[in-house]
């Protein structure tokens, strides 16, 4: 199995897995995120961003009204995502971007989404302080995913998986981008933690 070193290799391991993206994620959305998709899509109002838009698991939870707008690395997860919207009778701007180069203007967005895919983001600061770049002030920040446990012997399980998972698939276990966002300086105003601590999801208002 070939080694993930640069974005192109991430972009194509994404394009490999696209097909199977869905029921792959199939147990830990009904085991592990306990509604977290409709919790943080039913937050997001005005011009909204989802960064990472993936197969376009949140498309049918963002509300009614909403203006969405959304970028993903991989060419195979965006058709996906597109057809996704199609089916869902959605006017979606859905386009190919990286999460660490934002091709927004400062201040261009009234929600900015991200869902399960800091683990995979090369350099998840950056693509958070991008994130808080093209969010308007007074703009909300929703991210949701899977982070370092509370439990000492799943950081452990974690940890022993990080020996493959972040050299071959570019998937951290270990982060906790709320600790990026508060290096922004957002205003953390609703934050969940919860399955012995590896699922974490948050509202951060930008000042």
Known sequence: MPRIRTLDDLRHWWDRHAED??????????????????????RARGRVLEVAVGTGLNLEH???????????????????????????????????GDAQRLDFGDSSFDTVVCTFSLCCVPDEAKAVAEMARVLRPGGVLLL????????????????????????????HFRRRP?????????????????????????????P
Request: hydrophobic fraction near 40%; glycine fraction near 8%; aromatic fraction near 8%.
């Open 21 to 42: 993206y869905d029921r792959s994620m199939t147990w830990a959305e009904r085991r592990l995120f306990d509604g977290t998709r409709e919790w943080i899509a039913g």
């Open 62 to 96: 963002y509300p009614d009204g909403a203006d969405l707008t959304g970028i993903e690395l991989s060419p195979r997860m965006l058709e996906r995502a597109k057809s996704r919207a199609a089916s869902l009778g959605l006017d979606a701007d859905l386009r190919l």
């Open 144 to 171: 949701a995913d899977h982070v370092e446990s509370t439990s000492l012997w799943l950081r452990a399980l974690q940890r022993a998986a990080e020996i493959g998972s972040v050299p071959f698939a570019g998937e």
């Open 178 to 206: 709320i600790r990026h966002v508060e290096a922004a300086g957002l205003n953390i105003e609703e934050h969940d933690r919860f399955k012995r601590g590896m699922i974490e999801r948050l509202a951060a208002r930008k």
